[in-house]
């Protein structure tokens, strides 16, 4: 039996992190956790793009935007939504996620999801940089291992 298990070497891979600014402090964290594992494990700092959009919401349609374009061989989705009084987070949380598995199917290219749906803000700081570690840097180890295997495939 052949197994596929794609290493952590970002070396000439191509990656978008986009960020939604809602909530901009704890998703800037993520993102720049994503970046620096990112060149740590070989990225070039000149292969990285960064996009901002508004919220959680309009992740997936800048993500489609990345991924149609074929510059990148994965997209990093960073966001953060803290729950309110109302389950409005909830369904934000679950449309962004919805929306970045449907880009991913839809256009072969790996979508990682990095959007936190937290229930207060002691989550979300646990949760990127926190006691609980930074979900940015797993991402982006998502991101490169799946870059890799679509590359082995040779999946386009």
Request: include cysteine.
């Amino acid at each position: 039996m052949k197994d596929l298990a794609p290493d952590s070497d970002a070396g000439g891979l191509r990656f978008a992190l986009v960020a939604a600014r809602f909530n901009e402090a704890y998703v800037r964290r993520m993102a720049d956790a994503a970046a620096e594992v990112l060149v740590n494990r070989g990225a070039a700092a000149a292969d990285l793009e960064r996009w901002w959009v508004p919220g959680s919401f309009e992740l997936p349609l800048a993500c489609r935007w990345a991924a149609a374009s074929g510059r990148f061989d994965a997209v990093l989705a960073f966001g953060v939504v803290i729950r309110g009084e109302t389950e409005h987070f909830r369904l934000v949380a679950d449309a962004s996620s919805d929306g970045l598995l449907r880009v991913g199917l839809d256009t072969g290219v790996p979508v990682l999801n990095g959007v936190l749906a937290a229930y207060d803000a002691a989550q979300a700081e646990a949760r990127t940089g926190g006691a609980l570690g930074n979900r940015g840097a797993e991402v982006a180890l998502a991101a490169i291992q799946m870059a890799r295997l679509r590359r082995a495939v040779a999946v386009r």
